[in-house]
């Protein structure tokens, strides 16, 4: 199922509200917790997390208490079923703000661990990285401006993976067990 969330959003003049609020239930009912910052450990606040409403920010939710796990990537909206973000469960027991969300993005991939093999520079969205990229693998990268997602799959399906700005020298720095990219999407206020 492909993210129902918009890829990008508009704040107004002096907006800096940052708020998501998780709910046990579908449908945004049962118990539900406020938060707005980084949380290790949610499980403290909610047993589940079957739906979600992202008042402001862009958000990266983990499957496990201390940013592991999978992620779950979302943008403000409402979220009314877990798979409505992709997850493939109702358990998130960790979230924290993506910090690095506007201004230019630009992304370099590379087909071997530590920078070395060939190179792909990207500024763009890539729907199916094998159209600009030889390979479906990547080795390593360097996020040189924004925030971007990896996703296992073509199309911004599977598995996510957060970069943020800096370098990453083998694929497990960036939490995933294979070097497969199947697609990949910037982050961005507009």
């Known amino acids: 199922m492909k993210p129902t969330f918009p890829m990008s959003y508009?704040?107004?003049p002096g907006d800096s509200f940052l708020k998501i609020v998780f709910y046990e239930d579908r449908d945004f009912a049962g118990k539900s917790y406020d938060c707005k910052?980084?949380?290790?450990?949610?499980?403290?606040f909610i047993h589940r997390c079957n739906s979600v409403k992202v008042e402001g920010g862009w958000w990266v939710l983990y499957e496990r208490n201390n940013y592991t796990g999978y992620q779950y990537v979302i943008g403000p909206g409402e979220y009314?079923?877990?798979q409505r973000w992709m997850g493939f469960n109702d358990c998130v027991r960790s979230c924290r703000i993506i910090k690095n969300a506007k201004g230019p993005c630009k992304l370099r991939l590379y087909d071997r661990p530590n920078f070395s093999g060939e190179s792909l520079e990207l500024t763009e969205n890539s729907k199916s990285i094998q159209d600009k990229w030889v390979r479906q693998e990547v080795q390593s990268c360097k996020v040189?401006?924004?925030?971007?997602i990896f996703y296992e799959h073509p199309n911004f399906c599977g598995r996510q993976y957060l970069l943020e700005k800096g370098e990453y020298r083998h694929h497990s720095e960036w939490g995933a067990l294979k070097s497969v990219v199947?697609?990949?999407?910037?982050?961005?206020?507009l």
């Open 10 to 12: 508009s704040t107004g």
């Open 37 to 44: 910052g980084d949380s290790a450990d949610l499980q403290a």
């Open 80 to 82: 009314n079923d877990y």
């Open 144 to 148: 040189l401006e924004g925030s971007w």
């Open 182 to 189: 199947g697609s990949i999407r910037r982050i961005m206020e």
